[in-house]
């Protein structure tokens, strides 16, 4: 088992790729905080990893309230006596929103979920990481944060910025024993798309406007999760603030 004796923080555990991470890092050997906003899917996924041998936690977390993300740190410390890896995956998107539409609310929804929650959990896991002389973070970043047209302007400049975080932390903290790189997912079939009920016409249409590059369906999110586990395991030891693209592909037409 790749992550036996490790234990993992997963935000957005309860739907798509994370509840994949979470259940195949527990398959693994790993004891996992399930963290996300859905109380009932988080339950659900607690017992999904526990009725087949895991060891998992619940902990209802709201990314963008700080006493929330300290709680879901605290809970892998004291439950779990320690923190390896930290998975900030929880993310919107933004009813592909263009410059001349974006209202403040959006931005600053997108921005609070997608970027200030994976900074405040990993200002709260680095000192814990830095302890123990080994860490690993990994963040969900999309192709949305490496190229100009995935989506909205907000979800664009938050992936970027994800990206941003990824190699700040990764140079900076990589003496120190603690890795940081993102995943940059291609289209994959989760729920995310389910909350876009207002898609800006001009907005999808500027934004779909490669999907026919991408090779084949949407990805399965197990084809993401097992990208977080090479990341979380040691068969990624040398691998430290980068991103690894994860898209059929799509962008390398
Ligand atoms: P999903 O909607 O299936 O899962 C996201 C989870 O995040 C949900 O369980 C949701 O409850 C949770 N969440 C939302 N807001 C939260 C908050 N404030 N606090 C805590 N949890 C919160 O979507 P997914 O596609 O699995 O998304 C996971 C990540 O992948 C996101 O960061 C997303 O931007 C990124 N991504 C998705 C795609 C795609 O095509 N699906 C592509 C590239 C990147």
């Known amino acids: 088992m790749k992550l036996q004796g490790k234990t993992a923080v997963i935000t957005g555990a309860a739907s798509g790729m994370g509840k994949e991470m979470a259940l195949l890092f527990a398959q693994e050997g790993a004891q996992v905080v399930v963290a996300d906003i859905n109380e009932a ?10 009725s087949s041998g895991g060891q998992a936690k619940g902990v209802v977390t709201n990314v963008t309230k700080e006493e929330d993300v300290a709680r879901m740190i605290d809970t892998a410390v004291n439950d779990f006596g320690k923190l390896d890896i930290l998975v900030n995956n929880a993310g919107i998107m933004d009813q592909m929103l263009p410059a001349e539409s974006v209202t403040d ?11 200030t929650g994976p900074m405040r959990a ?17 963040n969900t970043a999309s192709v949305g944060g490496l190229f100009g047209s995935r989506a909205g302007i907000a979800y ?48 999808i249409e500027q934004a779909m406007a490669g999907m026919s590059l991408q090779r084949g369906e949407a990805a399965d999110p197990k084809q993401i999760a097992s990208v977080a586990l090479f990341l979380a395991s040691d068969d990624s030891s040398f691998i430290n603030g980068t991103v690894v693209t994860a898209d059929g592909g799509w962008s390398a037409y």
């Not at 910025?161 to 994959?188: E, H, S, W």
């Open 105 to 115: 609310e959006m931005w600053n929804r997108v921005m609070d979920i997608n970027v």
């Open 122 to 138: 990993i200002r709260k896991a680095i000192p814990l990481m830095s302890k123990q002389g080994h860490g690993v973070i990994i």
């Open 41 to 50: 899917a988080v339950t659900s996924v607690v017992e999904e990893i526990n």
């Open 156 to 203: 664009t400049a938050s992936k970027h910025a994800v990206v941003g975080i990824t190699k700040n932390v990764g140079f900076q903290y990589g003496k120190l024993g603690i890795r940081c790189n993102a995943i940059a997912p291609g289209a994959v079939a989760t729920n995310i798309g389910a909350g876009m009920t207002h898609a800006d016409p001009f907005g």
